[in-house]
């Protein structure tokens, strides 16, 4: 589970992402995190203008994190300075919550978090999934302005994040899309900081 040492001029978010994208190709690397049950997180900004919502995987001090970018931050001239990362960035670290007694509505978002937090199911998951490095969250998910709880799951043998909206009335969302692969409508330039990081050659 070895990580790159950050420097002074690298902000550790970045570092982070950078982390995930070697760390998610050690399928043993990943089992050994996973088992210790920090697959919960929250996006706690509540409603946006007309952003859409990039979650980059972060992999930073042994724990695992998402990265919250609003699409029209997630641009490459966000990210010319790898010391300082965007106020609109927000980042939230994996904790431990038993999200499948928790209050979803759709059955199908419960066996979806139980598949994840099944050791054996996950780790035939982790051993033959390919591992994205982002989710694209469309703008409707943060309408209601409530907090969103992010667990994540496993849908169609691929890792997977199931959204629940934590109002008044909960509610299970399940409209994240893993990237990539790319389509005519989310193209990888629209991913600045995904470009970047290549630009600064963070490997």
């Known amino acids: 589970m070895n990580q790159r040492i950050a420097t002074k001029e690298q902000h550790w978010v970045y570092q982070s992402i950078a982390n995930w994208a070697n760390f998610s190709m050690d399928r043993t690397a990943i089992k050994v995190v996973a088992e210790k049950d920090f697959n919960v997180f929250h996006y706690l900004r509540g409603d946006l203008l007309t952003d859409n919502i990039h979650a980059y995987f972060g992999y930073y001090n042994e724990r695992l994190y998402l990265h919250f970018i ?10 010319q300075d790898p010391s300082i990362i965007p106020t609109a960035l927000y980042s939230s670290i994996g904790i431990k919550e038993n999200a499948s007694k928790g209050p979803i509505e759709k059955s199908d978002a419960e066996i979806r978090i139980s598949k994840w937090e099944d050791q054996e199911v996950r780790n035939k998951v982790i051993d033959n999934a390919s591992f994205v490095q982002v989710f694209w969250i469309p703008n409707d998910d943060f309408k209601g302005n409530s907090p969103l709880k992010i667990n994540l799951a496993i849908h169609n043998d691929q890792v997977d994040l199931v959204l629940t909206s934590m109002g008044k009335s909960s509610s299970y969302l399940d409209t994240c899309k893993p990237i990539p692969p790319f389509d005519s409508t989310l193209t990888q330039q629209k991913f600045g900081l995904l470009q970047q990081l290549k630009i600064w050659k963070i490997k």
């Open 70 to 79: 609003p699409s029209s931050v997630d641009v490459s001239t966000s990210f």
